[in-house]
């Protein structure tokens, strides 16, 4: 087992991870920006070092920076966390030529699925389903309309290293596929450093629905049931819950295998998921893979009583799955608000501030990630999501009637929240009756906003 692990990450997941590591008996060493300073990871780790300025391409996306951290404390691993460097195929590269422990997939596999074009090949060799799409490279601007128009319109087009909703736009005709083609590229070139989109089928009125696998360095790959993920705003998820009200226990125990085949194929080792489209039809397509542990995870291990992060650095120190598929018994219904430091009446503006009033919920069936406090200063420059509240119950009902109740004696002062959106989210009959797709929620609030 290592004996120092940074985390190359800052805000709860950062936090996660070092209580993880802690009950683990491992020391932990947090990297921070100067403007994360007096952040709650910088205060609970055992060490703390400064990686530079407050922008994130000078701190926690400055690999040499981090790498330099972990050398300077004598750290054996890192782990990325989501976001920032969780997902880049040359940091892991570097670690491993740094005899440095990277807590996630080796380099490889990140490298293959993260490139969503070279992921579908695959998949499609592996003999899982995909989406319907072109095979191969877009030459150019004329290349790609005809492709559009064989493919048959609403098409998706998708930047092939994208994550995060960003490179995407949906196109029903010519005119808006030329429009939504240049935009998808420029985006993907700023946000990804690569503008190469690929295009496939839309699947209309889908489910976003992925599964949690673990898998080792030892060929043992198992699943952990399905996420329903489908309540989106612009393609960012905004509630989980888990298990998925739409799946019997057939379906979901062949889309499971379908996912551990995905793993194998591509020799997948630690924690990952694959995503799926559901259409209404009861059809599913693999989407992506994501190498590295998801936002939402805490709903999977309230049901699988699983702790995933530690199971990521136990098969990063080389440690084989204990756990058989046999042994994962889904019990119970749990569900994830992202709570954010937003303005749901003003297009959902970010608000950063100073926190200058806390009250937290609790109870049984009640957990919250957060690193914030009372007196701390939310950043402008980072992610608005400020904690993850997470309500299990026996059944669908009972989680939603927790959360309702945690959600009513959560307080935060000082900063806009999006509380109270949450609220209005778990009293909508369509989300009582789990009759949702991914643009639900886009169209209620256009509605609700006209």
């Given at each position: 087992m290592f004996k120092k692990v940074l985390i190359a990450n800052r805000g709860e997941i950062a936090v996660r991870i070092i209580r993880a590591c802690r009950e683990l008996g491992i020391q932990t060493v947090a990297v921070y920006s100067d403007i994360d300073k007096e952040a709650l990871h910088t205060q609970i780790a055992?060490?703390?070092?400064?990686?530079?300025?407050?922008?994130?391409k000078d701190s926690y996306l400055n690999i040499t920076n981090i790498l330099s951290a972990c050398v300077l404390t004598g750290a054996d691993a890192i782990h990325p966390g989501f976001g920032f460097l969780s997902e880049n195929a040359k940091f892991s590269k570097m670690c491993k030529e740094c005899n440095i422990k990277f807590i996630g997939p080796?380099?490889?596999?990140?490298?293959?699925?993260?490139?969503?074009?070279?992921?579908?090949?695959?998949?499609?060799?592996?003999?899982?389903?995909?989406?319907?799409?072109?095979?191969?490279?877009?030459?150019?601007?004329?290349?790609?309309?005809?492709?559009?128009?064989?493919?048959?319109?609403?098409?998706?087009?998708?930047?092939?290293?994208?994550?995060?909703?960003?490179?995407?736009?949906?196109?029903?005709?010519?005119?808006?596929?030329?429009?939504?083609?240049?935009?998808?590229?420029?985006?993907?070139?700023?946000?990804?450093?690569?503008?190469?989109?690929?295009?496939?089928?839309?699947?209309?009125?889908?489910?976003?629905?992925?599964?949690?696998?673990?898998?080792?360095?030892?060929?043992?790959?198992i699943h952990l049931g399905e996420r329903e993920c489908s309540l989106q705003r612009k393609n960012q998820k905004v509630l989980e819950e888990a298990p998925s009200s739409v799946l019997n226990e057939k379906t979901r125990?062949?889309?499971?295998?379908?996912?551990?085949?995905?793993?194998?194929?591509?020799?997948?080792?630690?924690?990952?998921?694959?995503?799926?489209?559901?259409?209404?039809?009861?059809?599913?397509?693999?989407?992506?893979?994501?190498?590295?542990?998801?936002?939402?995870?805490?709903?999977?291990?309230?049901?699988?009583?699983?702790?995933?992060?530690?199971?990521?650095?136990?098969?990063?120190?080389?440690?084989?799955?204990?756990?058989?598929?046999?042994?994962?018994?889904?019990?119970?219904?749990?569900?994830?608000?992202?709570?954010?430091?937003?303005?749901?009446?003003?297009?959902?503006?970010?608000?950063?501030?100073?926190?200058?009033?806390?009250?937290?919920?609790?109870?049984?069936?009640?957990?919250?990630?957060?690193?914030?406090?009372?007196?701390?200063?939310?950043?402008?420059?980072?992610?608005s999501m400020i904690a993850k509240l997470i309500a299990y119950g026996e059944n669908r009902e009972e989680a939603i009637i927790k959360m309702k109740r945690a959600l009513s004696e959560f307080g935060v002062g000082g900063v806009k929240t999006n509380i109270e959106f949450q609220y209005w989210i778990l009293e909508l009959e369509e989300f009582l009756r789990g009759d949702y797709d991914t643009s639900f929620l886009g169209k209620k609030l256009v509605t609700r906003n006209a």
């Open positions: 055992d060490e703390a070092v400064c990686i530079g300025g407050a922008l994130a080796d380099f490889q596999s990140i490298e293959l699925m993260g490139n969503k074009a070279h992921a579908r090949e695959v998949m499609k060799k592996a003999d899982v389903p995909v989406v319907p799409g072109f095979e191969g490279t877009i030459e150019s601007e004329e290349h790609a309309l005809d492709i559009a128009k064989e493919i048959g319109y609403p098409v998706m087009i998708k930047a092939a290293a994208g994550g995060g909703g960003k490179g995407i736009r949906i196109a029903k005709d010519d005119a808006e596929f030329l429009k939504g083609y240049k935009t998808a590229k420029a985006e993907s070139s700023a946000c990804f450093g690569d503008d190469t989109l690929y295009i496939e089928k839309f699947v209309e009125e889908p489910r976003h629905i992925e599964f949690q696998i673990l898998a080792d360095e030892y060929g043992n790959v125990e062949e889309m499971g295998e379908i996912a551990k085949r995905a793993a194998k194929a591509v020799n997948y080792k630690n924690a990952g998921t694959i995503e799926f489209l559901f259409d209404k039809n009861n059809n599913y397509y693999f989407m992506e893979m994501n190498t590295r542990i998801q936002v939402e995870h805490p709903i999977t291990e309230m049901i699988t009583g699983v702790d995933i992060v530690k199971e990521q650095i136990k098969i990063a120190s080389g440690e084989k799955l204990k756990l058989t598929q046999d042994d994962i018994k889904i019990t119970g219904h749990a569900i994830e608000c992202r709570i954010n430091a937003e303005d749901p009446f003003n297009d959902f503006r970010p608000c950063p501030g100073v926190i200058d009033e806390l009250y937290l919920p609790g109870g049984l069936g009640i957990r919250l990630d957060s690193a914030v406090y009372c007196g701390y200063k939310i950043p402008h420059c980072y992610d």
